[in-house]
């Protein structure tokens, strides 16, 4: 099979097209040989791929004849990545928490979108006289109860 279909099958990329530029952008490579989109892969090799400034490795097992689920894809492929990898990927994932936790500072569109849903959907939105809206206190309304 070749190495693109292969990357594809076992859910290493989205699509068989990413997959074939990231090999021509040589962050593929079986061994220590950079290989094209067209290199045939058989069992037992190790695939390295450099993917989000990790370095993955992935030995073969078994090729696949199709993509597969993702609970499939242990019978067909190996993770042999270093854990120092692993955990270089945690430390910049704190490190980009760090500058901004969720919460702080500006609005993502994310929250921008659900605050505007939340004062569309407002019961305060329904009002049109907001002189008496604000106008009533605490005292105001105690008083209505009596």
């Known amino acids: 099979m070749r190495i693109?279909?292969?990357?594809w099958s076992i859910r290493f990329y989205k699509t068989r097209t990413i997959a074939t530029e990231e090999i021509k952008k040589n962050r593929v490579?079986?061994?220590?040989?950079v290989v094209k989109s067209s290199k045939?892969?058989?069992?037992?090799?190790?695939?390295k791929i450099r993917k989000n400034q990790i370095d993955y490795k992935i030995k073969v097992i078994q090729i696949p004849k199709s993509r597969m689920g993702?609970?499939?894809?242990?019978?067909?492929?190996?993770?042999v990545t270093d854990k120092e990898q692993?955990?270089?990927?945690?430390?910049?994932?704190?490190?980009?928490?760090y500058y901004r936790n969720r919460g702080?500072?500006?609005p993502t569109k994310k929250d921008r979108r659900e605050m505007d849903?939340?004062?569309?959907?407002?019961?305060?939105?329904?009002?049109?006289?907001?002189?008496?809206?604000?106008?009533e206190t605490a005292d105001d309304s105690d008083k209505k109860e009596d």
Do not use: C
């Open 104 to 106: 702080e500072g500006r």
């Open 40 to 47: 045939e892969v058989k069992e037992g090799d190790v695939i």
């Open 29 to 33: 490579a079986i061994g220590d040989s």
């Open 117 to 135: 849903d939340y004062v569309e959907n407002d019961v305060a939105s329904d009002f049109t006289d907001w002189d008496d809206f604000f106008g």
């Open 70 to 79: 993702a609970k499939l894809v242990p019978l067909h492929i190996k993770d």
């Open 4 to 7: 693109d279909k292969f990357l």
């Open 86 to 97: 692993y955990e270089l990927l945690k430390m910049r994932k704190m490190s980009q928490d």
